[in-house]
Structure formats: C-alpha cells, structure tokens
C-alpha cells in the first residue's frame, strides 16, 4: 500500500503522501473519532477543524520517532514543540484536504478491500497466514481497538485510491515519448584522465621545516588523552549469596508445579457480532441468537461463524482465536471460557466489541520439569531473594559512610570491604567499569579531583554498585615532534598529493582545450591513467557512477566546436578530467521493446508524480484554511 505510493509518485506530493499516511495509524484516541470537543481548533480546513488533540498527538508521534531514530543521544533542541508544531499541524492540514477530496471524489473503500488489506498484511502473519492472535497482540499494543484501527486504515486507502486515480490519468503527448527515448537511452562517448593523488603524496618531499611548523600549527591533534587511576569499593549481589536448605529448594519447586497446573491454555473460537449505528443491541442479540439457532441444529460451529462473525480477521479461521493462558481477551469473555469443557458454546457474552457465542476447542496444561532440572534455578532464585535485602542494606550503609570520609578506608573497614585500585584509564575505554557512563564520568570529574571527593554510589546494575575515589591524574601533553614525525610527514604526503594532482589535472585540461589528445597527455606524464568510453549510456558498468555521472551532465559539444571539458574526483579522491566527445540520441527505430518498455514506464512515473504535485497544489491554494 504504502511501497505502491513510494513506487509511483515522486518528489513533493511524494514526501506530503508518504508522510500523512504514518499519521493515521498511530496518532488519534478514540475520544478524537467518537467524541465532540469544545476546544478552539488549531486549524480549520474547509470548514472541517482540527483539534489540539490531534495536533499535541501528532508532535508526541514525531517525537518518539526522533527518540527512536537517534536515541539517548539527541540534542533536546530537536523534541522542543516551537520546532515540531509547524510541520505537525502543516501534515494534518494537508491529510484533510486529500480526505476531503477522496471524499468528494466518490473515493469508497468497500469492506471486502479492507479485510484483503489486512489479512495480507505481513506484520500481522505467522508463516505466511494471518493470525488473529498476533492481530490482537500488535493491536493491542499500540492501543488500538479493532474498529479504529478499520477505521484509520480505511482512510490510508482513500488517500492511496485518490492518488492512483489521478496518477493512472496521466498521458505522455508523442513528443514527450519521443523525448524520452532520445535521452533515456542516449549514448555518450567521452575520454576521462585520472591523476592519482597517491602517486603525487608519494613523489612529494617534505622538508624538516614543513613538519615543524605542521606540528606547530596542529599541536592540538597531537596531544596524549588525559587519564586518571582511581580506587574504588564494590558490592554485589553474589557476595551475599548463602547455602539454601534442601528443604526450601524443594518448597520452591512446589510452588512453581502448582503455579503452572493453574496456567492451562485454552483454545478458543468465537462468532461476534458488532452493536454500531446500524445495528442496535437488540438486533444484535436477535443476530448472535440467530447463530446459536444454527448450532444447536446441528451447522458446524466454523461455518457458522464465516456467515454470521463480524471479527472477519478470525471468521476466516472458523472463528479460531487461538489460545489465551487467561489474559489475551476481555475479563467477561475469559470468565465464560473458563467455564466450558471442550467442545461447549457459551451463551451470548458481552464485551466491548460486542457480543460474542464462545466455544472451548481444546485445553493444553504445561509440561511440568522435573525436580532435578530446576535445582539450579531455583537455588540461585533463593540465594537471590535472600541476598537482595542484605544488598539493599549494604548500600544504604555505603552512601552514608563515603558521603563523609576522606578517601574510600573508612567506608572499607566499617563494611568490611577491600579498597581496589583501577589501572590508568582514559575518557576513550569503555571496558570493564569504565563501561559504564556514570563510572567515566565521576573519573574524569574535575571537582571530585580538586576537592578529594568519593564519588555517589553508583548503580552498575540492580545487582551491582560502585563507589569511586579519584586519586592520580594525567592532563593531557603535547607529545614529542619524534614521537609524531611519521604520523606528520604521512598526513603532509596526502595534502601534498591531493594539491598536485589538483594542479596537473588544471593544465592537463588546458591542454586539452589546446588540442592535445588525452592520450598524449597521458603518455607524456607520470601517475596519470587515461580511459575511453565509447557509445556509453547511463547505465554503462564499465565506467563508475560517479564519472558517467560527470559525462551526462555536460552540455552537447556544438558542431565544429572543440570537445566540453570537466574536472571532478572520483571515490578515491583521485583527480578526473572528463572530456565529451560525442553524443547519440536514442533513436526509436533501434530501440528495443523491453527497453522501450523501461523508458516509457519511467517517464510516466514521472508524468504521475508531476500531475498529482499540481493537483494537490490546486487542492491547497483553493482550500479555505485558517490557522489559529
């Protein structure tokens, strides 16, 4: 749905489309879709109003998608709503007038369309079928009720049944056609010259006075990093671990058996039938009695339930839902499966979605581990709930101690702990406790430093805490010109060849524009390569992107008028004079179909983008919009 607006529209309207379409799925409430407000909209389209809600939903939606993108390591800057709300409310404008469109347009999205949309959905599949639980779970999740999710997702479609009609009118006129097999499969044919940058670094000479006065100037990049040895005290979890008594690892396992005698998972079916505007609850309940009728005549529950369910995800199963350890459905609907055996349909249940005739497929209990297989688990889970308390303790005692002591000995003696010495560490290593942002940051801590401070007591895990004293510190110093020289003299080397290659590559072309051939240019002089494309096209693998790039760009050589020249770099940095020779229009005749085929797709890919770009400009500039 998506991939197919991405496939055929290009540029602006792409960017408008594209981005409205994440909108729907994961911005509205359903107090926005079933309710009234009396707020002053932020924006009214049309007549129609968009909400702060709406809008204060979307910039939440923008804001997790830059949280995800860039982590804990975003510059705050970017979430401010001074920033975001513009564009927010800019994309929610422009979604209304394409719905409003689609709307006056005619633009329907029949339910048989949107249940296909959904069941082929891959994210609500497993092994290549739709799966009702994983429907619900994903739902679920994102907080979505089935009939919003139908409902946003309905409005997705119009939006790209919109699109594909105005892009599927798009015509090319007989020279557009023309023009684009002229240039799509037109051919070029160019000499290039590469000058090698490291063949010039390696000719360079660099002078003891060049490397002096390089250090001098960049005497910052040649510094050591700081470094710091610090002492430290450690408690652990582990270090309070105790010999658990047989008798309550066995006590343990007891407990575990019972627990999952009582997680049996029950497979269930359902057939629902949805109360909505149409469809009142007393005619819902003649419905869902209607279904009981034909089951207790004897019809197959799953038959049943293809005709009469309105959960379409689930009739297409026969109603299967899968299993639920008690948890997965509504409380009512859980209740009423609890109490059937196999094979039993419940009365008429109901939830929020409706009303529901349930059946028990099946019961499936855990398989239960033996004794000996959970000893391990189960003794290290005891010494676990034993130690965490003494732990807890622990460190309520250490903060107190070290937020007073000179140095980490008091501390150590009163909790009978060894003071432990780090190697010299830098800000760069993150092995070890140095892992740990707050453990690098209280090292390198300047004030810790200058007052003789202990560090807070850290959390390196729930398990695991640290406290640090800063104790030796290394600033960092400029290191000697012979400890540098070769590091200095390499760097010169590749500056050197880049300005070099540069210079030769300048009067390579002068030369050129003189009437020198590139292959005497290239004969004549060293770290030079000289190359010829014939009749190549755009898509030419003999000749690197970046240079069959350079070539159609240049301007047609006039007739009689020498060959246009360019000079770039290719992915190496190397120097490239580019020299156009010819060119040779795509001719129709010569063309064959499935590239023919090729071209014209493309510039109708191009046509379709362009039309519907100035069909939503027309949209928006006639549309009334107010901004509040």
């Given at each position: 749905?998506?991939?197919?607006?991405?496939?055929?529209?290009?540029?602006f309207?792409?960017?408008?489309?594209?981005?409205l379409?994440?909108?729907?799925?994961?911005?509205?409430?359903?107090?926005?879709l079933?309710?009234g407000?009396?707020?002053?909209?932020?924006?009214?389209?049309?007549?129609?109003?968009?909400?702060e809600?709406?809008?204060?939903?979307?910039?939440?939606?923008?804001?997790?998608?830059?949280?995800?993108?860039?982590?804990n390591?975003?510059?705050?800057g970017?979430?401010?709503?001074?920033v975001?709300?513009?564009?927010?409310?800019?994309?929610?404008?422009?979604?209304?007038?394409?719905?409003?469109?689609?709307?006056?347009?005619?633009?329907?999205?029949?339910?048989?369309?949107?249940?296909?949309?959904?069941?082929?959905?891959?994210?609500?599949?497993?092994?290549?079928?739709?799966?009702?639980?994983?429907?619900?779970?994903?739902?679920?999740?994102?907080?979505?009720?089935?009939?919003?999710?139908?409902?946003?997702l309905?409005?997705?479609?119009?939006?790209?049944?919109?699109?594909?009609?105005?892009?599927?009118?798009?015509?090319?006129?007989?020279?557009?056609?023309?023009?684009?097999?002229?240039?799509?499969?037109?051919?070029?044919?160019?000499?290039?010259?590469?000058?090698?940058?490291?063949?010039?670094?390696?000719?360079?000479?660099?002078?003891?006075?060049?490397?002096e006065?390089?250090?001098?100037?960049?005497?910052?990049?040649?510094?050591?990093?700081?470094?710091?040895r610090?002492?430290?005290?450690?408690?652990?979890?582990?270090?309070?671990?105790?010999?658990?008594?047989?008798?309550?690892?066995?006590?343990?396992?007891?407990?575990?058996?019972?627990?999952?005698?009582?997680?049996?998972?029950?497979?269930?079916?359902?057939?629902?039938?949805e109360?909505?505007?149409?469809?009142?609850?007393?005619?819902?309940?003649?419905?869902?009695?209607?279904?009981r009728?034909?089951?207790?005549?004897?019809e197959?529950?799953?038959?049943?339930?293809?005709?009469?369910?309105?959960?379409?995800?689930?009739?297409?199963?026969?109603?299967?839902?899968?299993?639920?350890?008690?948890n997965?459905?509504?409380?009512?609907?859980?209740?009423?499966?609890?109490?059937?055996?196999?094979?039993?349909?419940?009365?008429?249940?109901?939830?929020?979605?409706?009303?529901?005739?349930?059946?028990?497929?099946?019961?499936?209990?855990?398989?239960?581990?033996?004794?000996?297989?959970?000893?391990?688990?189960?003794?290290?889970?005891?010494?676990?709930?034993?130690?965490?308390?003494?732990?807890?303790?622990?460190?309520?005692?250490?903060?107190?101690?070290?937020?007073?002591?000179?140095?980490?000995?008091?501390?150590?003696?009163?909790?009978?702990?060894?003071?432990?010495?780090?190697?010299?560490?830098?800000?760069?290593?993150?092995?070890?406790?140095?892992?740990?942002?707050?453990?690098?940051?209280?090292?390198?801590?300047?004030?810790?430093?200058?007052q003789?401070?202990?560090?807070?007591?850290?959390?390196?895990?729930?398990?695991?805490?640290?406290?640090?004293?800063?104790?030796?510190?290394?600033?960092?110093?400029?290191?000697?010109?012979?400890?540098?020289?070769?590091?200095?003299?390499?760097?010169?080397?590749?500056?050197?060849?880049?300005?070099?290659?540069?210079?030769?590559?300048?009067?390579a072309?002068e030369?050129?524009?003189?009437?020198?051939?590139?292959?005497a240019?290239?004969?004549?002089?060293?770290?030079?390569?000289?190359?010829?494309?014939?009749?190549?096209?755009?898509q030419?693998?003999?000749?690197?992107?970046?240079?069959?790039?350079?070539?159609?760009?240049?301007?047609?050589?006039?007739?009689?008028?020498?060959?246009?020249?360019?000079?770039?770099?290719?992915?190496?940095?190397?120097?490239?004079?580019?020299?156009l020779?010819?060119?040779?229009?795509g001719?129709?005749?010569?063309?064959?179909?499935?590239?023919?085929?090729?071209?014209?797709?493309?510039?109708?890919?191009?046509?379709?983008?362009?039309?519907?770009?100035?069909?939503?400009?027309?949209?928006?500039?006639?549309?009334?919009i107010?901004?509040?």
């Amino acid at each position: 749905m998506l991939q197919n607006i991405r496939n055929n529209i290009q540029g602006f309207a792409a960017k408008i489309i594209i981005g409205l379409m994440i909108v729907p799925f994961a911005l509205y409430g359903i107090d926005f879709l079933f309710s009234g407000t009396s707020e002053t909209p932020v924006a009214i389209v049309n007549g129609e109003k968009v909400s702060e809600f709406e809008l204060n939903q979307a910039l939440a939606l923008q804001k997790r998608q830059l949280l995800s993108m860039m982590g804990n390591n975003i510059d705050p800057g970017l979430l401010d709503d001074a920033v975001l709300r513009k564009p927010a409310l800019d994309s929610l404008v422009k979604q209304k007038v394409l719905l409003q469109a689609a709307d006056k347009a005619g633009v329907a999205v029949p339910d048989a369309v949107l249940n296909s949309n959904i069941v082929q959905m891959p994210q609500f599949q497993e092994e290549g079928r739709f799966s009702p639980d994983r429907f619900r779970q994903i739902l679920s999740a994102q907080g979505f009720s089935t009939q919003l999710f139908r409902q946003l997702l309905r409005s997705d479609l119009l939006i790209d049944q919109l699109n594909s009609g105005i892009s599927n009118s798009a015509f090319l006129t007989d020279f557009q056609r023309d023009t684009a097999i002229r240039l799509g499969d037109q051919k070029r044919s160019f000499h290039y010259l590469t000058f090698s940058t490291d063949y010039f670094a390696e000719q360079a000479k660099i002078e003891q006075a060049e490397i002096e006065q390089y250090y001098e100037d960049n005497a910052s990049k040649f510094r050591t990093t700081e470094s710091v040895r610090f002492s430290y005290l450690e408690l652990k979890e582990s270090d309070f671990f105790k010999p658990v008594a047989e008798a309550d690892v066995r006590a343990a396992y007891q407990q575990e058996i019972d627990s999952l005698n009582r997680q049996a998972e029950r497979h269930a079916a359902h057939i629902l039938v949805e109360i909505t505007d149409e469809r009142n609850r007393e005619q819902a309940m003649a419905r869902i009695e209607e279904a009981r009728s034909q089951i207790d005549a004897g019809e197959e529950f799953s038959k049943v339930a293809k005709s009469f369910s309105d959960d379409f995800g689930s009739a297409e199963q026969g109603g299967d839902l899968g299993y639920s350890a008690g948890n997965s459905f509504p409380e009512a609907f859980e209740a009423a499966l609890a109490d059937l055996e196999p094979g039993e349909v419940s009365e008429p249940v109901a939830t929020d979605a409706g009303l529901h005739l349930v059946k028990l497929l099946d019961v499936r209990k855990p398989e239960l581990p033996d004794f000996e297989s959970r000893r391990a688990t189960l003794e290290k889970r005891l010494q676990q709930q034993a130690a965490k308390p003494r732990l807890i303790a622990e460190v309520e005692a250490l903060r107190d101690l070290v937020f007073n002591a000179d140095g980490l000995a008091q501390p150590a003696e009163a909790l009978k702990l060894e003071v432990q010495q780090s190697d010299w560490v830098t800000p760069l290593q993150k092995e070890g406790l140095m892992a740990h942002s707050a453990v690098r940051k209280a090292a390198f801590d300047a004030e810790l430093r200058k007052q003789k401070y202990n560090s807070e007591v850290i959390e390196i895990s729930p398990e695991h805490f640290v406290v640090i004293h800063p104790q030796d510190y290394r600033a960092p110093e400029l290191k000697p010109l012979s400890d540098v020289s070769e590091q200095i003299v390499a760097e010169l080397r590749i500056k050197k060849g880049r300005d070099i290659a540069r210079e030769v590559a300048a009067k390579a072309a002068e030369s050129l524009r003189g009437g020198k051939s590139a292959e005497a240019i290239a004969k004549g002089s060293e770290g030079v390569r000289w190359d010829v494309a014939v009749r190549a096209s755009r898509q030419d693998p003999s000749v690197t992107e970046k240079i069959r790039r350079e070539a159609f760009m240049l301007a047609r050589p006039a007739e009689g008028a020498s060959a246009i020249l360019s000079t770039t770099t290719n992915e190496n940095g190397d120097y490239v004079v580019v020299q156009l020779t010819a060119v040779n229009d795509g001719d129709d005749s010569l063309v064959g179909e499935k590239r023919r085929g090729e071209l014209l797709a493309s510039a109708q890919r191009v046509q379709a983008s362009q039309s519907f770009t100035a069909y939503f400009d027309s949209l928006v500039k006639s549309a009334a919009i107010k901004y509040n």
